[in-house]
DNA sequence: AGGTGTTTAAAACAACTGTTTGAAAGAGGC
DNA sequence: GCCTCTTTCAAACAGTTGTTTTAAACACCT
């Protein structure tokens, strides 16, 4: 076996137990077993069961950074070029859309997708630490234009609105399965009508 | 030291570990080093330490339940009363006050707050259970009431809503101290304030 | 083929986990 | 005083964790 194949079924092992179990609730043991590779296989490529999860978030959040970026500065530009602010829900879907369709979209992805939401409220510092610092910029990024976006609004405001937004969105993605919370009523809606809804919600709510 | 003292010791010390460090991450050793008391306490005088986080629950959501269900059954009763339907923004109040009066203004509570906050989206299955078996009842109550806020949307609708709600006020409960995420501009905000945001985000939003 | 560097394998390591044990200390009634 | 029930304590238990180690197997080049 390559080096490239054990590592890649690693990789794909530990998304679905991180995601599933949390990282701190995953031994080694379980990922390696799931793989079919030997124990000391992630020490070996990896380095540590942290690398290893760093590793997971990178094959996912690189290039989905570099799309999210892209089309915000997009956004930014068309705005600068006919001197105008940046429609809300223009900044708002060049964030979101990106997003939600790798996370929710692709059934490949859909173990990463709770990976994602709990890494922003995870209790272990450490894996908080490893996921913000990974999408930190593009959020600074999201904040910058939203303020440009909501001039009448302080950056203060804006700041928490952002906040309410990325909980709202960031939730979605935890959520198992069918989410039944609510009797079953949540099952017989599409994912782009979901996202369609929350993009809706969130634009309204910070035109508040 | 009486039974009703080191219970309430390691409760205490158990809360405010539980809610920095996670349930998990958090051992039994470390909770009866910071009570002052000795290990086997723990096993002594709760069963176990799951059964330690269910009374760390209880102390607080106890209480919480009965207020939230009581002002939403006066809604509810108004309602009524007038023939008319319950107002939106006063549903969304009678549940987020109490909810957010508690965890935010006490400062005694503001381990519990993060504890709250994070076991929403617990990537343990265990603690997730637990909490929300302890604010299912209330949660159902509250779907409800939107429902009849909102009787031009469908339930299917009302649902996604109520979840993109719990996201933003979930989330805004995990955030640690000073939340500088965006530069430093969340500080110069009172609580008073953020709440007075955060309904009106999700009233506009629940209205799109 | 022979040698070289890389990858796997099983086993052991040291540290930590929640829980249990059995004896010691304490409290309260009579 | 003594007795009984409750509570504390230190120690040990059994299990799991991430990581290392040492040797074997493999792949590849000259």
Not at 149 to 168: D, Y
Not at 177 to 201: C, H, Q, R, T, W
């Amino acid at each position: 076996m390559s080096q490239a194949e054990t590592k890649i079924k690693i990789i794909r092992a530990a998304e679905e137990l991180f995601a599933v179990n949390g990282f701190h609730h995953t031994s080694l043991r379980s990922i390696t077993a799931k793989a079919g590779v030997n124990l000391a296989a992630v020490n070996y490529h990896f380095g540590s069961k942290e690398a290893l999860l760093e590793a997971v978030f990178d094959q996912h959040l690189l290039p989905l950074n570099e799309i999210r970026a892209g089309r915000m500065r997009g956004v930014a530009g068309q705005a600068a070029k006919n001197r105008r602010k940046p429609q809300l829900e223009e900044v708002l879907r060049s964030f979101i859309e990106p997003t939600l369709a790798l996370m929710l979209r692709d059934a490949e992805t859909g173990h990463f997708r709770m990976l994602v939401g709990r890494s922003l409220t995870d209790p272990d510092e450490t894996v908080r630490r490893l996921f913000l610092d990974k999408v930190n910029a593009v959020l600074q990024q999201l904040f910058q234009l939203l303020c440009l976006a909501l001039p009448q609004s302080s950056p203060a405001s804006v700041a928490w609105k952002t906040h309410f937004a990325m909980g709202a969105m960031g939730h979605i993605l935890c959520l198992q399965g069918p989410a039944a919370f609510f009797g079953a009523v949540e099952e017989d809606k599409s994912v782009d009508e979901i996202m369609e809804m929350l993009i809706n919600f969130i634009v309204r709510g910070m035109e508040a």
